[in-house]
């Protein structure tokens, strides 16, 4: 059962744009949230996380939205830079730790 | 700081054989984690460690065994390999989670990974 979903196994965006990459999840004892960034042949690397008690979470062009009744949350890059261009996984924790199968960003110059 | 290292990279199995993944970790985090991660799937939990000598079971159930003599190492055995069991494993660590034991961590530490085929 997969209880945290990324709809899109893609996305590409043009460089100064914004990157939106959405999550979706359906066991409501998550309580934390989390996204990571993953270049080819490396592991998954923190990026920023994100409390049940919030509602949204910044670190500079990064910022995540939760919206819990929707059990919905979100990761906004703005500007969208190049370098960006990895695998996005979104992560839920409760008693366990579930994550998504993941969203390949392209950041076009 | 290297951080957390896996060895092998890469590496072939035959059916039936078998083989030990390797992970060490310098940064003397009590908990440590093997995840595999099939095409298309998020990462699933294999085995998980709170500290040496302690280790428990995730949602991947079958084909694996663990061992936690130390702080720093994490060994991933299989036996009898499988095709099913033809994955990208990862190996990760964390700081204890704030507060009463969770598997779910503020953030894990992974290594690059080891890209196993079984044919």
């Known amino acids: 059962d997969q209880q945290v979903k990324q709809n899109s196994p893609s996305l590409s965006v043009q460089e100064g744009r914004i990157s939106i990459l959405n999550c979706d999840y359906t066991?409501?004892?998550?309580?934390?949230f989390l996204w990571y960034k993953k270049y080819p042949a490396e592991g998954p690397t923190f990026l920023i996380s994100?409390?049940?008690?919030?509602d949204k979470n910044e670190d500079g062009r990064f910022t995540v939205f939760l919206n819990k009744s929707a059990k919905h949350l979100s990761l906004h890059i703005v500007p969208s830079q190049p370098g960006d261009s990895a695998v996005y996984f979104c992560?839920?924790?409760?008693?366990?730790?579930?994550f998504g199968a993941g969203t390949r960003l392209t950041v076009k110059p | 700081n290297a951080g957390v290292t896996q060895t092998p990279k890469f590496r072939i199995l035959k059916i039936g054989q078998s083989m030990t993944l390797q992970c060490t970790q310098d940064?003397?985090?009590?908990?440590m984690y093997w995840y595999r991660q099939d095409p298309g799937m998020g990462l699933k939990l294999i085995y998980y460690?709170?500290?040496?000598?302690?280790?428990d079971k995730g949602e991947v159930l079958n084909g694996y065994n663990v061992s936690r003599s130390t702080t720093e190492d994490f060994p991933l055995r299989l036996e009898l390999a499988a095709p099913s069991q033809t994955s990208v494993y990862f190996c990760?660590?964390?700081?204890?989670?704030?507060?009463?034991?969770?598997?779910?961590?503020?953030?894990?530490?992974f290594g690059s990974g080891t890209q196993l085929s079984v044919l």
């Open positions: 460690s709170v500290g040496a000598g302690i280790t």
């Open positions: 994100i409390s049940s008690i919030k």
């Open positions: 992560a839920a924790g409760g008693n366990d730790m579930r």
């Open positions: 066991n409501s004892m998550f309580d934390y």
């Open positions: 990760a660590s964390s700081y204890p989670p704030a507060g009463s034991f969770r598997l779910s961590a503020e953030k894990l530490f």
């Open positions: 940064m003397n985090h009590n908990y």
